[in-house]
């Protein structure tokens, strides 16, 4: 877990250094899972989201199928009845019929849609009021009749007013009074359309007349209603079906019988059709089976939306992680896995994802606003033209499947660079990165190439020898014509620790014994010692500069002191003009060390001010020292790089930190126990290393982390 959040930190650090490429990939990722999430919105609330009531799946209607196919789904309030008394199949047998009326109050008059619920209409869906109370059997007995107001509704009308409850309204003509107010939500039992009041079933009897101008309840048949059923639990709906017809033929013929009016056509009808039950999980709707196959299609068709998105954010990345081929393949060298290198590309692209997926959920709530007040209203059977009340929302399901999306684009998006990435061949790689950097890296790569292919040591040798000067030097930047002390130095390191390029190294090492400080000229030394007094060093201890004619510094100077030991060491040059050349420029590094310890770039102290020491000077003026490892101030200087390590946010000093160390693990008991840490720490910091991170800190790592175990090319023998 450690090792994903570390490569998720990496991704987001590379992100940061690239925004106009995060911007543009963010925007293209919201754009595909925005409409992705909308899309997906409109199916749930339609097609998928069950009804807000207590145990939804339990709900059936009663449904009416005529021999010609035609579906009827209204009866006589009376058969609900009925039905309620005589079936065991059912815990609750709810009615609902509807009448659009005209409302009266103290402020306007309108026309509304009105449901007549049965008395357990409320209680037998588990729905409660969310303000006052639902209605309740006592009601039908009522003098005065209650009513429910919708949450639209009570919005609408009456602006949220909770103190509408109690408030007398006219439906009709005839008065009832405001008991409660539904959950916001709660459409009933359907789902695009809600009504605006629910009183009693009872009520029917005044809504039924044609004219409301009577204070007479009607003596015609009732409105008829739709019945709902709730199972019981255990029962099945083929068994509740063949329970169900018989019992609603028998009490349909029973109101046929009492009926003055009914004929035996009548009788023949209701024998001849079916009666079955439908379940309504997901509520009654009239757009579903209009409009299901379309959304279906947009849903696919907003999914090849967000491939082509993640098609083109992959060729981005593909094309952006193009030039990191080189870091893969020294990667790779360092000895991470395949599958390594894969979940590093992968928890890279990830927090893209999940910044694609935000700005998609931000972008989603802007337009869903939008999406529902472009709905238009819908005309019922009765030819009536309702709002739309589907209630498209971003709930948990919609989040959860943002998530999903967000996470599938990282795989969509992602898998292909990291493919890309786990195949990377070593040496492939290495030799299409760059072999010359600002700090001409190819001496310290050749380093960490002695032990891979031959043919790439070839190739990289004949690069060497194709740059080095007519005097045995090489430049100081590629391209550029004057001699680098430095580069020298590494130049002849490299030939020496691999073993050829035996025709460059006299002239390189005859280079070296004769470039110095500008120090070692009278006219120097003596304005040293006046003009410049306060400098703090001695003039006569110099050591090499980075270019010829300057000042000597000490990293050149170690760089050099380290070759001319190894070019010793190999027995390829043991003249006493070496072995004095190296003891003046130890000497020179001895003269310069800061108070506290360690080196800085040139001197400890400048016009009188004394001058911090750096982790890799340090490191490599005491790879230079070790030979003199038990004088004091070598001493001091390897304490102060111990204790800086720890904090070292640089992969290239910290890499020259561990080379000291493992140079000089024989020698001090705290370099021995914080090898390792250090070690672990370097990995750390080379996995985070990112484009703009050149060759020399990947070598100068690799061989590093290879002397914890094997040989330190930069070691000096004692």
């Known amino acids: 877990m450690s090792g994903l959040l570390h490569d998720l930190r990496f991704g987001v650090r590379l992100l940061a250094r690239s925004p106009v490429f995060t911007v543009t990939s963010v925007l293209l990722l919201a754009i595909g899972i925005s409409a992705n999430t909308l899309i997906f919105s409109a199916v749930d609330a339609l097609l998928l989201r069950q009804l807000p009531v207590h145990r939804p799946g339990e709900l059936v209607r009663v449904v009416q199928t005529q021999p010609s196919g035609f579906v009827i789904w209204d009866f006589p309030n009376e058969l609900c009845e009925a039905l309620a008394g005589r079936t065991s199949a059912f815990s609750q047998v709810l009615c609902q019929a509807q009448a659009d009326v005209a409302l009266r109050d103290r402020e306007s008059t309108e026309r509304v849609r009105v449901h007549l619920v049965s008395s357990n209409f409320f209680s037998g869906l588990g729905v409660g009021a969310q303000l006052g109370r639902v209605l309740v059997p006592e009601d039908e007995r009522a003098e005065l009749m209650p009513a429910v107001l919708s949450h639209n509704f009570w919005k609408r009308r009456f602006q949220g007013d909770p103190a509408v409850i109690g408030r007398n309204i006219t439906l009709r003509g005839y008065l009832f009074v405001v008991v409660g107010v539904s959950p916001e939500g709660f459409n009933g039992l359907t789902v695009e359309t809600s009504p605006d009041i629910r009183v009693p079933a009872t009520a029917d009897r005044w809504f039924a007349k044609e004219s409301g101008d009577s204070t007479t309840p009607s003596e015609e048949p009732p409105i008829y209603a739709q019945i709902f059923g709730r199972l019981r639990p255990g029962v099945t709906l083929e068994r509740a079906e063949g329970e169900t017809e018989p019992l609603v033929k028998s009490a349909y013929a029973d109101l046929l019988r009492q009926s003055p009016d009914s004929s035996s056509i009548d009788a023949k009808w209701v024998f001849d059709t079916r009666f079955r039950l439908e379940a309504i999980t997901n509520g009654v709707s009239a757009l579903r089976e209009q409009f299901q196959r379309g959304l279906r299609a947009l849903m696919a068709g907003v999914g090849l939306l967000l491939i082509m998105v993640c098609a083109n954010v992959a060729g981005l990345l593909l094309a952006r992680s193009a030039v990191r081929t080189p870091e893969m393949g020294i990667r790779l060298a360092l000895g991470a896995s395949r599958w390594r290198v894969a979940r590093q590309l992968l928890a890279e692209s990830l927090p893209l994802a999940l910044l694609g997926g ?7 709530y802007s337009c869903l606003p939008l999406l529902v007040g472009a709905l238009p209203p819908i005309r019922d059977r009765m030819a009536v033209l309702q709002p739309l009340a589907v209630h498209i929302d971003v709930d948990l399901r919609v989040l959860a499947f943002a998530v999903a999306v967000t996470l599938l684009s990282t795989v969509l998006f992602g898998l292909s660079p990291a493919l890309a990435g786990a195949r990377t061949q070593v040496v492939l790689a290495l030799r299409s990165g760059r072999t010359m950097t600002r700090r001409l890296s190819v001496h310290k790569v050749m380093l960490a190439l002695r032990q891979q292919s031959s043919i790439e040591l070839g ?9 080095q000067n007519e005097d045995g030097s090489w430049p100081a930047f590629a391209g550029d014509e004057p001699e680098g002390c430095w580069t020298t130095a590494l130049a002849a390191l490299s030939l020496l620790r691999i073993g050829r390029g035996t025709r460059c190294l006299p002239s390189a090492i005859q280079w070296l014994l004769s470039a110095r400080g500008r ?6 030394r003596w304005k040293f010692r006046t003009v410049d007094n306060k400098v703090k060093f001695d003039p006569e201890k110099f050591g090499w500069s980075w270019t010829p004619g300057t ?8 760089f050099a002191i380290i070759a001319l030991e190894q070019a010793r060491s190999v027995g390829f040059n043991n003249s006493e003009e070496l072995a004095q050349r190296v003891d003046l420029g130890r000497s020179m590094l001895l003269d310069r060390t800061c108070p506290g310890g360690g080196w800085n770039s040139g001197n400890g102290v400048a016009f009188g001010v004394p001058l911090g020491p750096h982790i890799d000077a340090t490191a490599l003026a005491l790879l230079a020292l070790r030979p003199h490892w038990n004088e004091e101030v070598v001493k001091r200087s390897l304490r102060w790089l111990l204790n800086r390590l720890p904090r070292c946010p640089s992969p290239y000093s910290l890499a020259w930190g561990v080379l000291a160390m493992a140079a000089y693990r024989d020698l001090s008991l705290r370099a021995t126990e914080g090898l390792r840490s250090r070690a672990e720490q370097l990995m750390r910091l080379v996995q985070e ?4 991170a050149d060759n020399c800190t990947l070598a100068v790592s690799a061989l590093a982390l290879e002397a914890i175990e094997g040989e330190n090319v930069f070691e000096v023998r004692l």
């Open 551 to 558: 000042t000597s510094w000490v990293i050149p100077t170690s």
């Open 358 to 364: 935000l700005a998609g959920i931000l972008l989603t």
């Open 519 to 524: 120090e070692a000229h009278w006219l120097w």
């Open 459 to 467: 190739r990289a040798l004949r690069t060497l020898q194709g740059l």
């Open 689 to 692: 290393v990112t484009m703009v």
